[in-house]
Each structure stands twice: as C-alpha cells, then as structure tokens.
C-alpha cells in the first residue's frame, strides 16, 4: 500500500511538473505574441504571470522591460533590466536598452563609472559565480587531499614541493571567500529604482534643507533605515535619504 501511494504521490508531481512547463512555455508564446502585436499591457500581463509561476528568470524580465519601456512606463522598464541583469550580470542587451530608457528622461543622473579595481572586485563577486567558485574550491580541496594521500604513502607524488601543502590551502582559502562573497550577493540586491517623477531626495531624514528633486527611473544603491527612510547612492556618487515608498529594490530583502 505504502509503495502504491508513493506511485501516486510521484506521478501526480510528474503531472504537475508537466503541467507547470506547458503553462510557462503558454504564457511565453502569448506574451511575445503580444509583445509582437504591439499589445504591450497584455504582454506585460502574460510576462508577470510567467514570473509567478516559473520564478526569477533574466530573460522573461527582459521582455517585460522592454514591454513596459514600449508602453510608455520608463521606470517599470529599468527596473525589469536591472533584474535581469540581477540573474545574468552579462546580458548585454539589458545593459544596452537600460542606458535606452534612460535615455529618454531628460534630467537623468549620469552614472559615475567605477575605479578600475573596483569593477574588477564586483565582477568576481558577482552572484552569478558563486557556483563557479565553489566548484574550484572543491577541485582545490580534493587536490590537496589527493597529495596529501600520496605523500603520506610515499607511493605517488612523492616528489611534491612542500610549498605547495601551503599554497593550496591558502588559495583555497581566498577561493572559498569568494565563493560566500558571490553566494551572498546572489541573493541581494541593494539596488533600487526610483519610480516616480520628482522624488525628494534630502540630507537626513525628515530635514528637508537643500533637498535634491531626483528624475523617475533614477538607480541608486541603499544602505540604512531610520523609519519611512532609507539613505542612497547615486549613480554621480552624491548621498542622501529617500522616503522608502519612492523606492522599488530590484531584488527585495528579506530583511527589509
């Protein structure tokens, strides 16, 4: 009976998993009919629901910046590609139409670009090699563990330079790091978008002297909150406080 109803158990998942994969590949075809249509509010609808039934996928909300960028919601738009560059940091082409919707405020903030080390840093703890790093540092792990074998032997390896029982460790050592450092930032984002016209952007919380108008579809980095308040980053490097409702993160904290 036990064996019965884990047959059942496993095949109502099979069905499920079936169905699951035919209503995604639906809503894609229809969404890019849609899209194709020139019926954007539909297309974005169909899109969303893709989302909420497959999850996180860069190239769904790449379709749906560019759906709500030609329905004429610039904000929307940039925060769809900047989530898809959130699940691939390399996809160009939501690099490209992000600058595009830009673009198309005519108070947009230019973006400072990184020092060279810098960019350098985050792009080997980008998210998207968190996996990449944890698999080196499992070869660098078993290697070790491998000469080390032979050397306590005396059958293999036995001609392994000592400095090489410090060296790998230690680089493992620095692998592993990146590796949690990439895992973190797999799972956050302190990205943000602005996503209405005219945000108030101050010096501190609730102290609105020399406060700064900012553009719609502005990106900015957070960092703390104080109440309805959240300080930011901006794409020129200058600080300050927004009220949080002004803000949509391009990937939600937990926490927050």
Do not use: C
């Not at 960028?69 to 940039?78: F, I, L, M, R, T």
Request: glycine share 4%; aromatic share 14%.
């Amino acid at each position: 009976m036990k064996r019965i109803l884990q047959f059942l158990y496993f095949s109502l998942y099979s069905l499920g998993s079936f169905a699951a994969a035919d209503s995604a590949s639906l809503y894609w075809n229809k969404g890019n009919s849609a899209y194709l249509a020139r019926q954007y509010p539909e297309a974005i609808v169909y899109y969303e629901q893709l989302l909420r039934l497959q999850g996180s996928n860069a190239l769904v909300y790449f379709n749906l910046g560019n759906a709500h960028y030609k329905n004429n919601q610039v904000s929307k738009a940039v925060l769809n590609y900047e989530r898809a560059l959130f699940y691939n940091p390399s996809l160009k082409q939501a690099k490209d139409n992000r600058l595009l919707a830009q673009s198309r405020i005519s108070s947009s903030i230019k973006e400072s670009k990184d020092i060279f080390f810098v960019a350098w840093w985050k792009n080997l703890v980008a998210g998207s090699r968190a996996n990449m790093w944890a698999v080196m540092s499992l070869l660098l792990f078993l290697v070790f563990l491998l000469l080390l074998l032979g050397r306590i032997s005396g059958r293999y390896f036995t001609r392994t330079p000592i400095q090489a029982f410090i060296f790998i460790p230690v680089f493992n050592a620095a692998v592993l790091f990146l590796a949690f450092s990439a895992a973190h930032n797999a799972g956050f984002s302190p990205r943000a978008v602005v996503m209405n016209a005219n945000t108030v952007m101050t010096m501190a919380p609730n102290v609105y002297k020399g406060q700064v108008i900012l553009p719609e579809a502005t990106v900015v980095e957070t960092a703390e909150l104080s109440g309805n308040w959240i300080s930011v980053s901006l794409p020129d490097n200058r600080r300050g406080w927004i009220q949080s409702p002004e803000l949509t993160f391009v990937h939600q904290p937990a926490t927050r």
